[in-house]
């Protein structure tokens, strides 16, 4: 089956607003009807298995390209609208993609001469006289829907490549825990071309709920207006956004959202006294930790909100048909306790990166995903992230976790976020250093002295930061996630 028929399965003929909002809105005939003459389009004029890009911020727009390019058999490669030129043109010739739909304003800062473009104005054009895709009678659901593009190891981006089943069976996964319904609507600030935002978009399709599209997180205001006056039930965010809420807004905690009944977290681990501070403030609100990886489609793990206070720190265990397991190098499963790699199988699982063989070759082994992130299990199944392999440091000698400092820096009064890196020191050798993010206007009441003091009666004295760094700006990407510099 092609994943815009089971997107679209029960919902096609639906006349109900898929798209909420002041700016667009759209129903699902309208959007299925778009995507489908799209999709004639390009099966008359490309024809299947063509790599086509799609740059655009969250709007009609992007979906209509998006569904149309899958549905006709084509291969969509979605990348960030700030993506870097280079960038860009290393995507393109790595593709060797010949056509690219993309919004006005990108090309206003993109050179995209090497390609075909067809931008809001053209799709219209090229679209209004034609029928409704016919969608073969045998479709091979192993076929490559997408590329998603996320940054590599060598600093170049590296494609994952994901088949129509992969979205299919990653997406039935998680409407088996999150328990959505045509009732449901979230708002989203996630950008799809980001796993974690395009989750939420086939979710809601499948199900035949609805979205509220908020690109400027920025204005948390908005945001907050957003949920309550669209009646929203659901929101998700990655942990800068939970951060911001509860530490940088000044009427988060007061609001009052009558509709909301759940919260998702993903992309990263948000320190638990976040969590603590979200759930005492909301404890009538849903709140899921959830873990996942683009080579998974998105999804991996969650933890049931009831089970947060017993578990507090776990990424919970496997989603409905995906198998994890916390291995040592030898690939034996550890005992509760010890620590070693988390490894994932099920139909989630990417086809590969793309032109990559060697990269893939290492990754996934005899069926396994080998995620490369590092944590342990308890006596009850519950697995607990540590970090990833390249986000160790070696202080002294010894192996640290930047994640162990920056949970006890966190939970200082005024603290948003905090970073760990080392640098050079004369004397040591290698030093911890603290970038830390604090409230507007708390910069004389948080000193260094005060900071390392407390820091010396929680944590180990290597592991106490040599130098402390202040900041009222939080770095994030485009979707939303801490942007670190390790220098060690």
Not at 211 to 231: A, E, P, R, T
Request: aromatic content about 10%; some cysteine; overall charge neutral.
């Amino acid at each position: 089956m092609n994943v815009t028929q089971y997107l679209f399965e029960k919902t096609s003929e639906w006349q109900k607003d898929f798209i909420l909002g002041n700016k667009e809105t759209i129903s699902f005939n309208e959007l299925y009807n778009q995507s489908s003459k799209l999709a004639t389009f390009l099966s008359e004029t490309v024809g299947m298995g063509q790599n086509i890009i799609l740059i655009s911020h969250n709007n009609n727009f992007f979906l209509v390209c998006y569904l149309g390019i899958m549905m006709s058999g084509n291969v969509c490669v979605p990348l960030d609208p700030t993506i870097e030129q280079q960038n860009f043109d290393f995507i393109v010739k790595k593709t060797e993609a010949d056509l690219c739909f993309a919004e006005n304003r990108v090309l206003n800062r993109i050179e995209t001469n090497s390609i075909k473009k067809i931008t809001e104005k053209n799709l219209l054009l090229l679209t209004a006289n034609q029928t409704l895709f016919n969608f073969p009678e045998a479709f091979n659901a192993e076929f490559p829907a997408q590329i998603i593009f996320t940054s590599g190891s060598t600093g170049l981006p590296k494609g994952v490549v994901l088949s129509h089943k992969n979205i299919i069976a990653n997406t039935d996964s998680i409407l088996k825990y999150l328990h959505l319904t045509e009732n449901d609507t979230i708002e989203t600030v996630l950008p799809f071309f980001y796993c974690y935002g395009l989750s939420l978009l086939h979710t809601h399709l499948r199900v035949g709920g609805s979205m509220v599209l908020n690109n400027n997180f920025v204005l948390i205001g908005s945001v907050l207006s957003d949920i309550n006056k669209y009646n929203c039930t659901g929101f998700a965010g990655v942990p800068s956004h939970f951060q911001i809420l509860l530490r940088k807004s000044e009427s988060f905690k007061t609001t009052e959202f009558q509709s909301l009944r759940y919260v998702t977290q993903a992309g990263g681990k948000l320190h638990t006294v976040f969590i603590e501070e979200f759930v005492h403030s909301f404890p009538e609100i849903k709140f899921y930790v959830m873990y996942g990886q683009t080579e998974a489609t998105a999804r991996l793990s969650y933890l049931e909100p009831k089970e947060l206070k017993s578990k507090l720190g776990s990424i919970g265990k496997g989603i409905p048909d995906v198998q994890l397991k916390v291995v040592n190098p030898r690939g034996i499963e550890v005992h509760p306790g010890e620590t070693g790699e988390i490894i994932a199988k099920g139909d989630n699982i990417m086809l590969g990166y793309y032109k990559e063989p060697e990269m893939t070759k290492a990754t996934i082994r005899d069926g396994w995903l080998y995620t490369g992130d590092i944590g342990t299990i308890d006596s009850d199944g519950y697995i607990y992230l540590t970090a990833r392999n390249k986000e160790f440091i070696k202080i002294g000698g010894k192996r640290v976790s930047p994640k162990e400092i920056e949970e006890v820096i966190v939970s200082f009064p005024q603290v948003v976020d905090c970073t760990i890196e080392t640098i050079q020191d004369n004397i040591t050798g290698d030093a911890v250093k603290a970038i830390v993010v604090i409230e507007k206007g708390s910069k004389n009441s948080i000193t260094e002295e005060h900071l390392k003091s407390y820091c010396a009666g929680k944590l180990a004295m290597y592991k106490v930061p040599k130098y402390i760094e202040f900041t009222e700006k939080l770095n994030i990407n485009s979707a939303g996630k801490k942007v670190k510099v390790f220098n060690n």
